[in-house]
Nanobody, 124 residues
Framework: QVQLVESGGGLVQPGGSLRLSCAAS????????MGWFRQAPGKEREFVAA?????????YADSVKGRFTISRDNAKNTVVDLQMNSLKPEDTAVYYC????????????????WGQGTQVTVSS
């Protein structure tokens, strides 16, 4: 049974940091590209960041580039993290972890496995 479980969300002030984690099980983690997406109220789900199955290739949405960092550890844990720094109110959303076969990509339609999401709220 495939499971992706996100954690680490919460309430943070503008300029603060959060680290999201996604624990994966039920599939061969090291063969899947992983992505983070987010959805704010009334908006479409959007791409945030992705990392290739080997961990060397990463990609970011322009809105988070330089502030967010995606990483994964295939050797020790089946976990993919999203370090979020310099958070802004517009980063407020439910953040989702997702997995796909093949190379990474920004389209949510290409990801077959999804977590339940974790809420991130940036507010003073």
């Amino acid at each position: 049974q495939v499971q992706l479980v996100e954690s680490g969300g919460g309430l943070v002030q503008p300029g603060g940091s959060l680290r999201l984690s996604c624990a994966a099980s039920g599939f061969t983690f090291s063969r899947y590209a992983m992505g983070w997406f987010r959805q704010a109220p009334g908006k479409e789900r959007e791409f945030v960041a992705a990392i290739g199955w080997g961990g060397r290739n990463t990609a970011y949405a322009d809105s988070v580039k330089g502030r967010f960092t995606i990483s994964r550890d295939n050797a020790k844990n089946t976990v993919v993290d999203l370090q979020m720094n310099s958070l802004k109110p517009e980063d407020t959303a439910v953040y989702y972890c997702a997995a796909r076969t093949g190379d990474w990509g920004p389209s949510s339609a290409e990801y077959g496995y999804w977590g339940q999401g974790t809420q991130v709220t940036v507010s003073s």
